[in-house]
């Protein structure tokens, strides 16, 4: 049975361009990774926890944030892994520079029987759709594109 995780999708106008917050992953296995390993704000459901109030919480969790809706629902993916990922977009607006995250703890340096505490997200940002499609991992970019899909049928 695949992993099934739950995320929200920040998104914000400036200067009349669609910009996503995206999450760069804490600890020390991403500290040098950047292109492709960015992620929209989410985590793994509780059991019999319902799909958007999981991707609430694991917002919260992750950013510090409330979310606020309306929640606009995007298509599900599935990761590399073959983790499924429910994805649903709000607007809003945050300085990512003060996102506080929860924790986890992981043995570290490999092997040493030591564990040390990591942030789950160590720095987050508004991306454009351009800047996100380098940034974000390939199999999430789905998301970014059924938002701006989304967006622009509003619009029209």
């Known amino acids: 049975m695949p992993r099934v995780s739950a995320g929200l999708l920040m998104y914000r106008f400036r200067e009349g361009k669609l910009q996503v917050l995206l999450a760069h992953p804490g600890g020390p296995l991403y500290r040098t990774k950047d292109e492709g390993h960015w992620s929209i704000p989410k985590g793994e459901i509780e059991p019999g926890e319902h799909l958007l ?3 609430q919480r694991e917002f919260r969790e ?7 809706g309306p929640f606009v629902e995007l298509s599900s993916i599935k990761q590399k892994g073959g983790k499924i990922v429910h994805a649903w977009a709000f607007a809003g607006d945050c300085d990512p520079n003060v996102i506080q995250s929860n924790t986890f703890t992981m043995e570290w340096p490999p092997k040493s029987g030591r564990t040390k505490e990591f942030p789950e997200i160590d720095r987050a940002d508004f991306f454009s759709v351009e800047e996100a499609r380098l940034k974000i991992k390939a199999a999430q970019m789905p998301l970014v594109e059924a938002l701006q899909r989304i967006l622009e049928s509003v619009e029209a």
């Not at 992750?62 to 606020?68: A, F, L, S, W, Y």
């Open 53 to 55: 109030e999981a991707a």
């Open 62 to 68: 992750e950013t510090g944030i409330t979310p606020t």
